[in-house]
């Protein structure tokens, strides 16, 4: 089965810029979706299709690849970013959802 | 706007079943897969089941195969899952969450609240 790694957690002050990986083997032929989680809320859509921003969701958040990495960058982190992010790429025969084990993104 | 709303959650003992709603609105409903996902207390995002637009077709997650069914009614506007034979494990949020395409190859563009299921004796 197709396995997703993100780091557990990230660290970053208000007003720099935070990177958020998710590893893959072969990850750049997938396409990636990445989604927010605040605390007792439910999951939000930031990112769908690797770059893609839903309607509402800041331009501070973006999406990227490099190698068997997809990275979520959230410029001029804000207090209110702070949140468990996770990401999703369709499974081997692309006809589900696998998830990440999510990031813990503190806000110092 | 899209609503996804849950209900049918709350204590059970172990063995025990439940049977878990999610009343959907603001889109054409019978166009579009639909997902259970469950959250234990402090871990990740896990798919537990996901049904096909029109319910030709379904999937489980592993964990729950052969315990739990997923269907909808789409005069209804509503996707169900039945839970039998529940576990200490199956504690969790449940979540109702739309897929972006009639099958579950894309992503989950919308998702309700979430209903607390406690398995407990």
């Known amino acids: 089965s197709y396995v997703l790694t993100q780091t557990p957690s990230v660290s970053v002050a208000p007003g720099k810029t935070a990177r958020i990986t998710c590893g893959g083997y072969n990850i750049g032929d997938k396409s990636v979706h990445w989604y927010q989680q605040k605390a007792g809320q439910a999951p939000l859509l930031v990112i769908s299709y690797d770059k893609d921003r839903p309607s509402g969701i800041p331009e501070r958040f973006s999406g990227s690849y490099s190698g068997n990495t997809a990275t979520l960058t959230i410029r001029w982190v804000e207090a209110g970013d702070e949140a468990d992010y996770y990401c999703q790429v369709c499974d081997s025969n692309c006809d589900l959802p696998v998830f990440g084990g999510g990031t813990k993104l503190t806000v110092l | 706007q899209v609503q996804l709303v849950e209900s049918g959650g709350g204590a059970v003992p172990p063995g025990g079943s439940l049977r878990l709603s999610c009343a959907a609105s603001g889109f054409t409903f019978s166009s579009y897969g639909m997902f259970w996902v469950r959250q234990a207390p402090g871990k990740g995002l896990e798919w537990v089941a996901f049904?096909?637009?029109?319910?030709?077709?379904?999937h489980y997650g592993d964990s729950v195969k052969g315990r739990f069914t997923i269907s909808r009614d789409n005069s209804k506007h509503a996707v169900y899952l039945q839970m039998n034979s529940l576990r200490g494990e199956d504690t969790a949020e449940y979540y109702c969450?739309?897929?972006?395409?009639?099958?579950?190859?894309?992503?989950?563009?919308?998702w309700g609240q979430g209903t607390l299921v406690t398995v407990s004796s």
């Open positions: 969450a739309k897929s972006s395409d009639y099958d579950g190859s894309g992503y989950l563009d919308y």
């Open positions: 049904i096909r637009d029109d319910g030709s077709n379904e």
